[in-house]
């Protein structure tokens, strides 16, 4: 199970850098990063998600101080 872990450990690190590649160089060809932005805020709801880890590590520093 060990060996498991590493290979998605693996996808997911090579998705990560495909993905800033990606990124990379849609800003070298000229693109707008709002464009890029709302792409992919469009497809996978990233400000949705950016919103409630947000939210989240507020409520756990909130506890936490408490």
Do not use: P
């Not at 060990?2 to 998705?15: D, E, H, Q």
């Not at 849609?26 to 792409?39: E, L, V, Y």
């Amino acid at each position: 199970m060990k060996s498991g872990w590493k290979i998605i450990l693996i996808v997911v690190v090579i998705a990560i850098l495909l993905g800033a590649i990606c990124i990379g160089v849609g800003a070298m060809t000229g693109a707008d990063f709002t464009r890029i932005w709302a792409t992919l805020d469009n497809r996978y709801h990233v400000d949705m998600y950016y919103q409630y880890f947000v939210e989240v590590g507020n409520t756990l520093v909130a506890v936490l101080a408490a």
